[in-house]
């Protein structure tokens, strides 16, 4: 079993509709992170977090800390949100500082 | 532009050859990160330096290496290449020892193709 579970793996979505993506993990983490890949092979970290909810945009990520799960959310989805978007975290377990475990991702497309 | 500079953007070899990755962090970060995208792997960790010196390793081949130089940029060196080793190579930077405060900004990767 993967530390790091995405679901879905794959999303398709009208342009306008709210989406969200889920990431479960088992291991102990000192922060998770979203990140986006565009077709284009390119990484941008778009959150990181250690508790509770952050707010960029149209995107917003929470995560329980309790549960081991965390959500990304995009209000008013749009074409240009078309990416794959991969769920890492960072776990605190020692020599693993810059270790980041990494989900599968979820490829997202938004239809116009 | 993310500050992260990692050439070349593509890189096309034959097996065996070696080939060497460059990655220039963001200003100020003394961090450098490296990952490996594969289709049937993911993103794996490969290895961190810290103000050049080694800091963490992960899933690094021995027939991989790296560096990070004086001025703070970093080499991945593959070796003895096989079809295998053909994936996206990600360079990441951070301001400091560990990403857990900052963050980390990424490079645009570079692509390799071993034929």
């Known amino acids: 079993k993967n530390e790091v579970e995405q679901s879905p793996q794959n999303l398709t979505a009208q342009e306008g509709e709210f989406i969200t993506i889920n990431c479960s993990y088992s291991?102990?983490?000192?922060?998770l992170h979203w990140l986006q890949q565009h077709p284009g092979g390119g990484i941008v970290s778009l959150f990181m977090l250690s508790s509770g909810k952050k707010k960029h945009g149209r995107l917003i990520a929470t995560i329980n800390i309790q549960e081991k799960h965390s959500s990304l959310h995009i209000t008013a989805s749009h074409p240009r949100d078309s990416a794959v978007y991969i769920c890492a975290v960072s776990p605190n377990y020692g020599g693993s500082q810059g270790n980041l475990i990494f989900g599968k991702g979820t490829k997202l497309s938004v239809k116009p | 532009d993310s500050g992260v500079t990692q050439t070349p953007k593509h890189l096309i070899t034959a097996t065996g050859q070696r080939v060497t990755l460059r990655c220039s962090p963001r200003s100020g970060d003394l961090s450098v990160y490296w990952y490996q995208q594969s289709l049937d792997q993911g993103l794996q960790f490969l290895i961190q330096?810290?103000?050049?010196?080694?800091?963490a390793k992960g899933n690094i081949l021995e027939r991989f290496s790296a560096q990070q130089f004086p001025d703070l940029h970093s080499e991945l060196n593959l070796s003895s290449l096989e079809l295998g080793d053909s994936a996206l190579y990600f360079c990441?930077?951070?301001?400091?020892?560990?990403?857990?405060?900052?963050?980390?900004?990424f490079g645009s990767g570079t692509r390799l193709t071993v034929v």
């Open positions: 990441a930077s951070s301001v400091g020892g560990t990403a857990r405060s900052y963050g980390y900004t």
């Open positions: 291991v102990g983490i000192s922060a």
């Open positions: 330096y810290y103000n050049g010196e080694e800091r």
